[in-house]
């Protein structure tokens, strides 16, 4: 089975694939391909989780309390505010790391922390973080 000599996962792989389709696809917007030709790869489905030889990968867990809690002490003091926010709220490393002050609404008891940009906004989905009070300590000690 050529998926047992590919390394990677299902995900990989269909990754691979997905790019290999749009650069086909450029070309045929570019003219320098027939039409019929991203048509023909356009229907090529990917593999499917369980249903290939190529290997799956154990899912990716949070990193335990302990080993946050320890990690704490070692780091800057900005940064270490920033991994206890992002903890407490859930935001991602990006959001952390771009939030400003004009971009938190303060008028009610729970802020509301709305991104400038956001991992899904090209999906045209809002992201708002609320923020309470351990999150509001953190923010301005």
Not at 18 to 38: C, H, N, T
Not at 55 to 84: G, N, Y
Not at 108 to 120: E, G, I, M, N, Q
Request: aromatic residues 4%.
């Amino acid at each position: 089975d050529l998926c047992a000599r590919i390394p990677g996962t299902h995900v990989y792989i269909n990754d691979h694939v997905d790019k290999i389709k749009r650069m086909f696809k450029w070309a045929v917007g570019e003219q320098l391909l027939p039409p019929s030709v991203y048509q023909s790869l356009a229907v090529v489905e990917g593999l499917r989780k369980g249903r290939s030889s190529a290997r799956e990968t154990d899912p990716i867990l949070p990193v335990e309390d302990s080993v946050v809690d320890a990690t704490l002490p070692c780091l800057p003091e900005v940064v270490a505010d920033m991994v206890r926010l992002q903890r407490i709220t859930g935001m991602r490393p990006a959001e952390v790391c771009i939030l400003k002050p004009g971009n938190i609404d303060r008028t009610a008891a729970v802020w509301l922390y709305r991104p400038s940009t956001h991992k899904t906004e090209h999906r045209g989905r809002d992201r708002v973080v609320p923020l309470g009070p351990k999150a509001q300590e953190i923010l301005f000690r």
